[in-house]
């Protein structure tokens, strides 16, 4: 059975716009001992381009073929379901494009949906517009609920903080798509074409990346270089396959490839 990685970035890869030691070379072997992979990222703001011309900028050279964002699950998820609807959209380019690829099209009156992605470039004026749509009937779907990491000087409100905000002035819960949604943790398997059994997630999150591996039966890594630290891993009722410091500590095959 072919083995292969859903990587997520932020923390593994990287942290903010500074290269994890050893990241690099990493990516470097697994494409050298022709590895599948992909980074699974819940970031729907970058399209598949824009974050491979990030990665190049930190020093690792792959192809969009190696990007699965949360905006391209959120597509492919209206697309899957026979919506070639409208959408009235909070959100940035890779979202955009995404939608755009996959035929919903994009409205500014009486949608069938409204989708929240990241962004900074939407007023409140347009979430209360969202939240009208809403109320009037429109389908409540969010890319990914990640929190904000509560840091000063954060550029970002957090997508977490929106989608709470529109769900308490509308009462509809939102529909969510990003990790550890099985939406999206099905579909990035799908994108690499993997079965289950063959799938490992790496992460540094074990809310997202492993509690999602974890419900859908992937093998979890779960890497120290990130937001999780060992002292708390007893507090949850779920434990990832493997711990290590960083990615550059992982030897091939992993212990389970030759199960």
Same mark, same amino acid.
């Given at each position: 059975?072919?083995? @292969?990685?859903?990587?997520?970035?932020?923390?593994?890869?990287? /942290? +903010?716009? #500074? &290269?994890?030691?050893?990241?690099?070379? %990493?990516?470097?072997?697994?494409?050298?001992?022709?590895?599948?992979?992909?980074?699974?990222?819940?970031?729907?703001?970058?399209?598949?381009?824009?974050?491979?011309?990030?990665?190049?900028?930190?020093?690792?050279?792959?192809?969009?073929?190696?990007?699965?964002?949360?905006?391209?699950?959120?597509?492919?998820?209206?697309?899957?379901?026979?919506?070639?609807?409208?959408?009235?959209?909070? @959100?940035?380019?890779?979202?955009?494009?995404?939608?755009?690829? /996959? +035929?919903? #099209? &994009?409205?500014?009156?009486?949608?069938? %949906?409204?989708?929240?992605?990241?962004?900074?470039?939407?007023?409140?004026?347009?979430?209360?517009?969202?939240?009208?749509?809403?109320?009037?009937?429109?389908?409540?779907?969010?890319?990914?609920?990640?929190?904000?990491?509560?840091?000063?000087?954060?550029?970002?409100?957090?997508?977490?903080?929106?989608?709470?905000?529109?769900?308490?002035?509308?009462?509809?819960?939102?529909?969510?798509? @990003?990790?550890?949604?099985?939406?999206?943790?099905?579909?990035?398997?799908?994108?690499?074409?993997?079965?289950?059994?063959?799938?490992?997630?790496?992460?540094?999150?074990?809310?997202?990346?492993?509690?999602?591996?974890?419900?859908?039966?992937?093998?979890?890594?779960?890497?120290?270089?990130?937001?999780?630290?060992?002292?708390?891993?007893?507090?949850?009722?779920?434990?990832?396959?493997?711990?290590?410091?960083?990615?550059?500590?992982?030897?091939?095959?992993?212990?389970?490839?030759?199960?």
């Amino acid at each position: 059975m072919q083995q @292969g990685l859903l990587i997520d970035m932020d923390g593994v890869i990287y /942290n +903010g716009e #500074t &290269l994890i030691q050893g990241a690099d070379t %990493f990516i470097a072997n697994l494409i050298r001992q022709d590895i599948p992979f992909a980074f699974m990222t819940n970031n729907s703001q970058r399209t598949s381009l824009e974050v491979t011309r990030k990665l190049k900028r930190l020093g690792i050279e792959v192809t969009k073929e190696h990007v699965y964002t949360s905006a391209m699950a959120t597509g492919k998820f209206l697309g899957d379901q026979g919506h070639s609807g409208t959408a009235y959209v909070l @959100g940035e380019g890779g979202l955009l494009t995404s939608l755009h690829e /996959n +035929g919903i #099209t &994009l409205v500014d009156t009486d949608p069938e %949906f409204v989708v929240l992605g990241e962004g900074r470039n939407f007023t409140l004026e347009m979430v209360q517009r969202a939240v009208d749509m809403i109320l009037a009937g429109a389908k409540f779907i969010t890319t990914n609920r990640d929190p904000s990491p509560k840091k000063p000087g954060w550029n970002n409100l957090g997508i977490a903080a929106t989608t709470a905000m529109i769900e308490e002035a509308s009462g509809v819960k939102a529909f969510v798509i @990003g990790k550890p949604s099985p939406v999206m943790m099905r579909s990035a398997r799908k994108f690499l074409g993997l079965e289950t059994a063959g799938t490992t997630v790496i992460g540094d999150t074990m809310e997202t990346d492993i509690q999602g591996g974890v419900q859908m039966g992937y093998k979890t890594v779960l890497v120290l270089s990130g937001i999780a630290s060992k002292e708390r891993l007893g507090k949850y009722a779920f434990k990832p396959d493997l711990i290590v410091g960083s990615v550059d500590k992982l030897e091939f095959p992993l212990k389970w490839w030759d199960a």
